[in-house]
């Protein structure tokens, strides 16, 4: 029993020691960082350094990552481009435009993913129909839509219509940058410098949104002069129910930059008084970490930030959503 005892009372030391030791070990790793750190041998991490100033694009964002422009958009510097000699109407399901200059106005799509890298496009890139099955991919490339020529209709979007991803993609020129008529993403990406209209007539936008959109850390910017008696920006974000209710919309992390326009967002309720046929039926669509500039007015827009965005509707949220020197912004109804 002596025997015994002597080595129960030896394993329980152990396992004392032992548990101690896994103990001061832990904090030593807890500690470890710290302690290089303020030793100088580690260096803390260092943010992205954004060219421009804080909430412009090209600037840094809340998180330090710089908004999306011209620098960290488009074609990679560098990259050699050929031109592209394929149709202007691709039917080919998984073809790949890769490092290409496409003379295209419009590329139209007619197949499924299609996939654009690293390529410029003179003109615009075009899915007809929503509802046949056509897809495609774009990322780092740029979408030049030139100018607004007379007789030029919706479809005259850099990007558009339905059912594509876009990705660190630099649009400018056309009417508008893009349009998600149905089902499309649009992530890190730079839209702005929409062609002018001498004959004054076109209703000019950054982004309009129909049924499915997701559109998130963007610089998005419609800043299209005004010709009379109606050509220049609505907005940088459009969004009116004159065909289709809008509606299962998240527009999350963008800057909305000042615009000519009357507001830098249309919250999806345009014509719910009846003036618009599904201006009543928005819904679902949620604004979240926004951050809007405030402009020589003040007010982002000549009018307001954000008008027609109804909170009583089915899903609609506004979360977070500030102004760029910091208040909190307010939903307008």
Not at 72 to 97: E, K, M, Q, W
Not at 308 to 323: A, K, L
């Amino acid at each position: 029993m002596g025997t015994f005892g002597t080595r129960l009372g030896n394993v329980l030391r152990a396992s004392g020691r032992s548990q101690r030791t896994i103990a001061l070990a832990a904090a030593l790793a807890l500690m470890l960082p710290a302690m290089l750190l303020l030793s100088g041998c580690v260096r803390p991490p260092v943010p992205p350094r954004c060219p421009n100033p804080l909430h412009t694009p090209g600037g840094p964002d809340d998180a330090g990552i710089c908004w999306p422009y011209a620098g960290n958009t488009g074609v990679p510097a560098g990259t050699p481009l050929s031109t592209y000699t394929g149709s202007c109407i691709v039917t080919a399901g998984d073809t790949v435009i890769n490092a290409k200059t496409v003379n295209c106005d419009p590329l139209i799509v007619r197949a499924g993913n299609l996939l654009i890298t690293n390529t410029k496009i003179n003109g615009s890139v075009l899915i007809e129909r929503p509802d046949a099955g056509h897809s495609f991919t774009i990322r780092d490339s740029e979408v030049d839509a030139g100018p607004i020529a007379p007789g030029d209709t919706d479809d005259n979007s850099a990007i558009g219509k339905s059912n594509f991803t876009a990705i660190r993609v630099h649009t400018h020129g056309g009417k508008r940058g893009i349009w998600c008529e149905y089902r499309c993403t649009i992530e890190d990406s730079w839209i702005h410098g929409q062609a002018p209209d001498p004959s004054g007539v076109a209703h000019e936008s950054g982004i309009r949104m129909g049924d499915g959109s997701t559109i998130r850390h963007n610089s998005i910017l419609c800043d299209a002069p005004d010709f009379p008696p109606d050509a220049g920006c609505s907005a940088d974000l459009t969004g009116y129910g004159d065909f289709a209710p809008i509606r299962n919309n998240t527009i999350d992390h963008n800057l909305f930059v000042a615009t000519t326009g009357g507001t830098c967002a249309y919250g999806g309720s345009s014509g719910d008084d009846g003036s618009k046929p599904y201006g009543d039926q928005a819904e679902n669509i949620v604004f979240k970490d926004n951050v809007f500039q405030r402009g020589p007015g003040g007010k982002c827009g000549y009018y307001f930030p954000i008008t027609d965005f109804d909170s009583d509707r089915p899903g609609n949220q506004w979360i977070n959503n500030t102004w760029a020197d910091g208040p909190a912004l307010p939903p307008a109804n």
